[in-house]
T-cell receptor, first 112, second 117 residues
């Protein structure tokens, strides 16, 4: 039974570029949440998707957007990358209304 | 606003001893709490959770205690092993914003547990 999978594992971009990160939820899960984890910090909630709609959003600018597909997989898009966007981006999945959220191993994004 | 914090950033324990990791939260409306373990280069791994209508919950070698009066949460690990070395995060869930199933977790900064062989 595959857990949450994320791709790519590592990514290097330059300022001003845009990036797309991908997530496949754990089998049986229909809800995907994205978190940003800066070095030495706890994860910070970006947004959550269910039924292909954004259901909740954390304190992140509109440069951060997402999408959920009919198969429950999800993408995180970040435009106009800033140096401060360098972080580990984590995807977590769950069943709607159920706990807990299960995390993938993340995508390490480095901005040069 | 809601915040979750930990009392100590690092904790060193002898192998075989019990470990206690503490966490404070500020949002009295939080109804669900969860502990995660994060090893280097990996994502957070679920350890144990507890709802606000409980004071204690036990798992395999782990116990979570919740004191709602002082808004304090702790994770106890029995007979700590080298494989327990990791960063431990507590997280809380506030009120649902758009339906019973919608929620976000608020994480603390984490406590690094080092087990001395």
């Amino acid at each position: 039974d595959a857990g949450v999978t994320q791709s790519p594992t590592h990514l290097i971009k330059t300022r001003g570029q845009q990036v797309t990160l991908r997530c496949s939820p754990k089998s049986g899960h229909d809800t995907v949440s994205w978190y940003q984890q800066a070095l030495g910090q706890g994860p910070q909630f970006i947004f959550q998707y269910y039924e292909e709609e954004e259901r909740q959003r954390g304190n992140f600018p509109d440069r951060f957007s997402g999408h959920q597909f009919p198969n429950y997989s999800s993408e995180l898009n970040v435009n106009a990358l800033l140096l401060g966007d360098s972080a580990l981006y984590l995807c977590a999945s769950s069943r709607w209304g159920n706990q807990p959220q299960h995390f993938g191993d993340g995508t390490r994004l480095s901005i040069l | 606003g809601e915040s979750v914090g930990l009392h100590l950033p690092t904790l060193s324990v002898q192998e075989g001893d019990n470990s206690i990791i503490n966490c404070a939260y500020s949002n009295s409306a939080s109804d669900y709490f969860i502990w995660y373990k994060q090893e280097s280069g990996k994502g957070p791994q679920f350890i144990i959770d507890i709802r606000s209508n409980m004071d204690k919950r036990q798992g395999q070698r782990v116990t979570v205690l919740l004191n709602k009066t002082v808004k304090h949460l702790s994770l106890q690990i029995a007979a700590t092993q080298p494989g327990d070395s990791a960063v431990y995060f507590c997280a809380s869930r506030g009120m649902a914003y758009s339906g019973a199933g919608s929620y976000q977790l608020t994480f603390g900064k984490g406590t690094k547990l080092s087990v001395i062989p």
